[in-house]
């Protein structure tokens, strides 16, 4: 195995190299990944000229793809991509930018404030892996918060106070705060608030974080103002610089990060010129809080 990972953030964020991802790996290659994404969160590939077939055959080394229905907006027939792969473009079924009110687009800019994917699903996601196939030519970073440093940064009175709290996360909450109110009756269902732990714990390396996300909307117990301020607050603390990586993109980089242990949201940029991103999704194994029956 030639594969090395070289650290390069301060906190977080490793750079593999010498290694092929659109091919078939050994098992010693994908321990190699999964053990440094629990330690550094994100890993960066470069240069991996990946087909969707591929990036979704390397996504399944980690566990099962997420079934991505419940997570948007986009019609199965205005669907670019295949199944199992979330189009993260600005581009409608004719490949060209979407238009300026469409209201797929409209919810799509939801992925520039800080969240963490599918934290609107009772189980949710464990890693997501980005790859470039079109750059924007201005701006379209994004960027990656450490939610474990983040979390260990807090004063004891502060972590006293936030360990059992458990928040209500929804679609609605997050593009609400863009001011998108308007939902259909069968979006409303889709789009149920879930409850998740504000605090946890990695099942690997046992670190705690802080388990941030627009999505988050409410925390059980607490009347919605004071739940907001004390989110608005977390939020803040956790996005420092300090905190933050900043990925610019090249054509074929592929980026994998935790989500049980991440918040990302990328950058503005010119929606005139195509972005081409495509993501795949590894499901999550277990909930982080008991949900409400209902039905
Ligand atoms: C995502 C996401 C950010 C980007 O794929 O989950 O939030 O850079 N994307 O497009
Ligand atoms: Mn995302």
């Given at each position: 195995m030639n594969m090395s990972i070289r650290q390069i953030h301060p906190v977080f964020v490793g750079e593999v190299s010498?290694?092929?991802?659109t091919r078939p790996l050994s098992p010693d290659e994908v321990a190699a990944i999964e053990a440094g994404m629990d330690r550094d969160a994100v890993l960066v590939f470069r240069d991996q000229r990946i087909t969707d077939e591929q990036q979704m055959a390397f996504s399944r080394n980690f566990g099962a793809l997420e079934?991505?229905?419940?997570?948007?907006?986009?019609?199965p027939e205005d669907?670019?991509?295949?199944?199992?792969m979330n189009d993260v473009s600005n581009l409608g079924r004719d490949s060209r930018p979407l238009d300026r009110d469409s209201r797929v687009r409209l919810f799509n800019?939801?992925?520039?404030?800080?969240h963490s994917d599918s934290?609107?699903?009772?189980?949710?996601?464990?890693y997501s892996l980005l790859s470039a196939r079109v750059v924007n030519p201005v701006g379209g970073n994004t960027e990656f918060a450490d939610m474990r440093a983040a979390y260990d940064s807090l004063d004891a009175p502060t972590k006293a106070q936030i360990e059992d709290l458990v928040c209500e996360h929804s679609l609605m909450y997050s593009r609400g705060s863009l001011g998108m109110l308007d939902y259909s009756e069968e979006e409303r269902a889709m789009f149920r608030p879930v409850r998740q732990r504000l605090v946890r714990t990695h099942p690997v390396t046992g670190r705690k974080s802080l388990y941030l996300?627009?999505?988050?909307g409410g925390i059980v117990g607490l009347p919605m103002a004071e739940a907001r301020i004390l989110l608005r607050e977390l939020n803040e603390h956790a996005t420092q610089p300090k905190f933050v990586y900043v990925h610019t993109w090249r054509p074929w980089d592929l980026v994998m990060w935790d989500n049980r242990q991440m918040m990302h949201r990328v950058r503005r940029y010119d929606e005139s010129q195509p972005r081409d991103m495509r993501r795949t999704t590894v499901a999550g194994d277990t909930p982080t809080a008991a949900q409400v029956q209902t039905g």
């Open positions: 010498g290694v092929d991802i079934d991505a229905r419940g997570g948007n907006i986009t019609k669907k670019r991509l295949q199944v199992g800019l939801g992925n520039m404030l800080w934290s609107f699903r009772a189980v949710p996601a464990k996300s627009s999505h988050a």
